[in-house]
């Protein structure tokens, strides 16, 4: 079995060197976002959230193009939930998908690559009881499955941040893409070294969309219809 720190590294360096992804400063392409006014709950850091400075910038985007319809595959806690909620006023409706409650994925010990570690977690534990509850929709499934149809061309923003195998990264973006409105946003979490699922399919989809990295984060992001 490979060390820890031996398996990092080569996978850092594996992923410096193949990535495709270029990185811009969201500034860039948001000149607003210095004029949000962020409201953010404690931060556990528990594993399998976005990072503190990832969750900043989800949260100043999505408030910086005022968006009101907002998906996301997988809920997990519901800590980017409910601040894509409460970071876009009482009028934003967030709509959330996550594995069924009886998945046998959330009663495994160990850690699924594909699904990553989610047994114990409550769903949606951190907007739950909260004002912000009234604007979240839970839905439960798995998105290989899911219908993207009822949201065609609806939706402001959508975050991806479910199975991260291949198959799943892959008909999530397909969905993403059929969902979201010409100028919303699509923003990816771990596009990094220990996810290659994610790296691949956006890494492909730079062939052919203008996908970027968002700079020292794992966020990757499209902004649609746009060159």
């Known amino acids: 079995m490979i060390p820890y720190a031996m398996e990092s590294f080569v996978r ?15 500034l860039d392409v948001w000149p607003a976002i210095p004029n949000t006014r962020l409201v953010l709950r404690p931060f556990a850091n528990r594993f399998g959230n976005v990072k503190l400075d990832e969750l900043i910038t989800i949260s100043a985007i999505a408030q910086s193009i005022q968006a009101q319809k907002i998906f996301e595959f997988g809920t997990f ?47 949606g534990q951190f907007f739950l009881g909260t004002a912000e509850q009234q604007q979240v929709d839970q839905l439960f499934g798995d998105s290989l499955q899911f219908d993207p149809s009822p949201y065609r061309h609806q939706l402001d923003l959508c975050f991806i941040d479910a199975g991260h195998g291949y198959e799943h990264v892959r008909r999530d973006t397909d969905s993403a893409l059929e969902m979201t409105r010409p100028g919303g946003v699509i923003i990816w979490h771990d596009y990094s070294r220990w996810w290659p699922g994610v790296q691949k399919v956006l890494d492909d989809l730079s062939t052919r969309l203008p996908v970027f ?13 746009h060159d």
Not at 84 to 106: E, I, S
Not at 215 to 225: E, I, K
Request: aromatic content about 4%; overall charge positive; hydrophobic content about 40%.
């Open 12 to 26: 850092r360096v594996r992923f410096r060197v193949t990535r495709k992804l270029k990185s811009k400063d969201p």
């Open 77 to 123: 806690d519901g800590l980017t939930t409910w601040h894509l909620a409460a970071n876009c006023g009482p009028t934003a409706r967030v709509w959330t998908l996550d594995l069924p409650l009886d998945h046998p994925a959330r009663k495994a010990s160990g850690h699924d690559r594909k699904v990553g570690k989610i047994s114990g977690v409550v769903v």
């Open 213 to 225: 990295r968002i700079a020292g984060t794992s966020l990757g992001v499209l902004v649609v219809g």
